[in-house]
């Protein structure tokens, strides 16, 4: 159960309606006992209000707590400011192509906004993120989640998992290394 000192999120002690609040605190006490059976994943609650920038995490797994090494309310902008790209796998056409969308960090400051509506409109997201922590070490993180998007209140939900994805995103940038050694190799042979 969520008490005043373990709860750091905004919605149930804001001016927002009962039934926000209502299944607000259902998700919290779903995602404190996927918790508490310390699985791999690191699951989360997320929310921002629409018209904002501003996110924030209504909870997030002491696994997730412990990687980025902060409280748990700044872990919102600890994340922000430890991503260094942030790619989306989509398939690009008929015969199954996957296309990769690639943000660095500049680039992804300033489309903020325009990823949050358009993962609004699209009732999910999956995203991989390369983040560097104080302690010198990146990692790749794969986030998975839902969002609801509550009207009345202005308010957007990611009811999602972050799973560690370093070892297949290394392997993944060093076949891309290779292949552009290649090309280059080739294109001054010829």
Not at 147 to 156: F, L, Q, R, W, Y
Request: some cysteine.
């Amino acid at each position: 159960m969520t008490t005043k000192e373990t709860y750091y999120g905004r919605i149930l002690n804001g001016k927002y309606s009962q039934s926000l609040k209502q299944r607000v605190s259902g998700i919290l006490q779903n995602l404190q006992a996927v918790d508490a059976l310390a699985l791999p994943v690191m699951v989360y609650l997320a929310a921002w209000q629409t018209e904002e920038e501003t996110i924030w995490y209504e909870f997030t797994c002491r696994r997730f707590q412990k990687m980025m090494g902060c409280a748990p309310d700044e872990i919102a902008g600890a994340f922000r400011n430890s991503v260094l790209d942030r790619r989306v796998y989509r398939y690009a056409n008929i015969q199954d192509d996957v296309a990769k969308e690639s943000l660095n960090k500049s680039e992804l400051s300033t489309s903020r906004r325009k990823l949050r509506r358009k993962t609004d409109e699209e009732g999910q997201v999956e995203a991989v993120y390369k983040i560097l922590l104080d302690k010198g070490r990146a990692f790749w993180l794969k986030d998975q989640a839902v969002i609801e998007t509550h009207k009345k209140d202005k308010i957007s939900l990611s009811l999602g998992c972050m799973t560690v994805v370093s070892k297949e995103m290394e392997a993944t940038e060093e076949k891309e290394r290779l292949v552009a050694r290649l090309q280059k190799t080739l294109k001054d042979f010829e």
